[in-house]
C-alpha cells in the first residue's frame, strides 16, 4: 500500500503483520537468546552483535557489515562515511518514508528528487542525468517494498560522474538485482530491523554493509561517540549502538 492510501474497508479485520505469531513460531530459540544475553551481563556490543554482523554480512554476501541502531542511523552513518556533508547535493527518490530524507539532512546536505517510474515506484535512472549538479555528491535509490531499483544505470552514471551510491535497502533484506543481493551494489548498502520489516527485532535495529573498509571504520566510530579507541574520541559522533538483546533475537531469526 503506498504513503497515505487508504485502507480497503473489506480487509480491516485482517491485520497486515502479527508479530505475536512470529514470536510465538520461535519462542524457545528466542528466550533461549534472551536469557543469554541476560546472564552475560553485556548488553551493548560484545559476542552477540560481532556474530550479528559475520552472518548478515554472509547473507548479503558483503565483505563486512556494522551492526547500529536503526535504519536511520545506518543511512545516516554511510552517507558521512561516503563523505556527504555540509552544502552537498544528494540524490534521491521522494516516494520513500522520511527517513531517507532526514539522514541527508542530517549529514548537512540538501535532498534532490528524481521522480519515479510509474511501473516500480522506483527511481528513473532516465531522469538521473538531468538532476545532476556541481554540489551533487550522492545518489541514495531506494528499493521500495523489497523490489530493488534499477541499478545498473544508477551505478553506470554514478561511475562516469564519480558519484558515492548509498543503497537505501530498509525493506530489502534477501532481494536480489541480477542475482546480486539488494544494499551490495553501491558503496554502501543501509538495512533496518524495525519490528514490521520482513526481518524484523523486537525494537529498533539496523546495519550497514559495505566492501569499503573507510566505511566500516567511520560507521563504527560515527555509532560510538566518535571513538576510535576507549576515550580517544577523535570526531563528534553519536549513540548509535545496537544492544546485545537485539542482535542475538535477530541471529535466531
Known sequence: MAPGQPSNPENAGVPPIDLAASYAALKPEID??????????????????????????????????????????????????????????????????????????????????VDVEPRTCNLDPARLEAAVGPRTRAIVPVHLYGHPADMAPILDLARRRRLAVVEDACQAHGALYR??????????????????????????????????????????????????????????????RLDALQAAILRVK
Open 179 to 240: 542475482g546480486r543481493p539488494a544494499g551490495t551494489l553501491g558503496d554502501a548498502g543501509a538495512f533496518s530491523f524495525y519490528p514490521t520489516k520482513n526481518l524484523g527485532a523486537f525494537g529498533e535495529a539496523g546495519m550497514v554493509v559495505t566492501a569499503r573498509g573507510d566505511v566500516v571504520e567511520r560507521v563504527r566510530r560515527l555509532r560510538d561517540h566518535g571513538q576510535a579507541e576507549k576515550y580517544l574520541h577523535v570526531e563528534e559522533g553519536y549513540n548509535g
Open 32 to 113: 533461549a537468546a534472551v536469557g543469554r544475553v541476560m546472564a552475560s551481563g553485556q548488553y551493548i556490543g560484545g559476542p552477540e552483535v560481532e556474530g550479528l554482523e559475520r552472518e548478515f554480512a554472509a547473507f548479503c554476501t558483503a565483505p563486512m557489515a556494522v551492526a547500529v541502531a536503526s535504519g536511520t542511523d545506518a543511512l545516516r552513518f554511510a552517507l558521512a562515511a561516503v563523505g556527504v556533508g555540509p552544502g552537498d547535493e544528494v540524490i534521491t527518490t521522494p516516494f520513500t518514508f522520511i527517513a531517507t530524507t532526514e539522514a541527508i539532512s542530517q549529514v548537512g546536505a540538501r535532498p534532490v528528487f
